[in-house]
């Protein structure tokens, strides 16, 4: 559990910081996550839950300052992203 808590800890820190997006911040919770589940009991359980929504709250109110924003080339890498009605037209 506090391999899992120091990992998270580092890719929220990394969040913060404008680092990483918020498309790499979940891919990285998620393998740590993922990661950690085989090691952890059922009394694990409850510890990993208030790990995980704390992290989440703290990424929500980031977000929430960050305001709105286009996704950047990264986050979106198949390109702009069309109204429908513009898309099945085919055009561009």
């Given at each position: 559990?506090?391999?899992?808590?120091l990992?998270?800890?580092?890719?929220?820190?990394?969040?913060?910081?404008?680092?990483?997006?918020?498309?790499?911040?979940?891919?990285?919770?998620?393998?740590?996550?993922?990661?950690?589940?085989?090691?952890?009991?059922?009394?694990?359980?409850?510890?990993?839950?208030?790990?995980?929504?704390?992290?989440?709250?703290?990424?929500?109110?980031?977000?929430?300052?960050?305001?709105?924003?286009?996704?950047?080339?990264?986050?979106?890498?198949?390109?702009?992203?069309?109204?429908?009605?513009?898309?099945?037209?085919?055009?561009?």
């Amino acid at each position: 559990m506090e391999k899992f808590k120091l990992e998270t800890a580092g890719i929220l820190d990394s969040f913060m910081k404008g680092d990483i997006g918020f498309p790499q911040y979940i891919t990285a919770t998620d393998a740590a996550f993922a990661g950690a589940m085989p090691r952890l009991g059922n009394l694990d359980i409850p510890q990993l839950r208030a790990v995980m929504l704390g992290n989440h709250n703290t990424v929500m109110e980031e977000m929430l300052r960050r305001g709105p924003s286009e996704p950047s080339e990264a986050e979106n890498p198949v390109g702009p992203v069309l109204p429908l009605k513009q898309a099945l037209r085919g055009e561009n």
